[in-house]
């Protein structure tokens, strides 16, 4: 049986997207005996209420963190005043599904392409027009895309994710999870420096 590290993110986490460069370099050094496999942990439910100022405060906080912690990380602050934010990441989470349900590799594209719509260009993926406009820019069959995003089947696999995640003890994004056998090992997440990471693995393997 293949070890399997997991990979726990929210499309919308801001710490995911500071991680993703690092995360790529360790994903192409993992030893052949390791398979990863993306699994989403869903930071916040579906809402339509507008996100508080100091949950604003909040968020906006972190990314100046993240800006002084991974070099080269940079926002786009525009998105608070462009945009109506609310604390809702459920349906990113879903247009990632809704993506993978046309050919797997969609689960990266389509968490880049929200990421990059949310940090660089002050667009809001929590609202299904967004994600329903990033899926055509990523080529994919609209109308079945359309119909996925709000469809049970996606709602099921997403609720899945949720509990396989919680199963995992992964309360944080991004989470690094090592699965031997009957076995789990948090992988503490090193945000500059994948080779630490690739060390601990190794040792546990």
């Not at 801001?14 to 930071?43: A, D, H, I, N, Y």
């Not at 991974?70 to 608070?80: A, E, L, S, T």
């Not at 660089?120 to 990033?134: F, V």
């Amino acid at each position: 049986m293949k070890s399997i590290l997991y990979y726990v993110h929210d499309p919308m986490c801001s710490w995911c997207w500071g991680f993703s460069r690092t995360l790529s370099r360790l994903l192409k050094s993992l030893p052949e005996s390791v398979k990863s496999k993306r699994l989403l942990g869903g930071l916040a439910a579906d809402s339509d209420q507008p996100m508080s100022h100091a949950m604003q405060e909040q968020i906006k906080s972190n990314w100046l963190r993240i800006e002084d912690t991974i070099p080269g990380v940079k926002f786009n602050y525009d998105f608070w005043t462009k945009t109506q934010p609310r604390r809702s990441t459920y349906p990113a989470c879903r247009a990632v599904i809704a993506a993978r349900l046309q050919n797997k590799e969609n689960d990266e594209a389509m968490t880049k392409a929200i990421q990059r719509a949310y940090y660089q260009q002050a667009r809001n993926p929590s609202d299904n027009a967004t994600l329903i406009e990033l899926a055509s820019e990523l080529g994919l069959n609209i109308a079945d895309f359309k119909k996925d995003l709000i469809s049970e089947k996606v709602e099921n696999e997403l609720q899945n994710e949720l509990t396989l995640s919680r199963e995992l003890f992964a309360e944080s994004y991004p989470d690094l999870v090592l699965q031997l056998e009957n076995e789990i090992f948090s992988i503490p997440i090193n945000y500059n420096n994948s080779e630490v990471m690739l060390a601990q693995i190794k040792s546990l393997i």
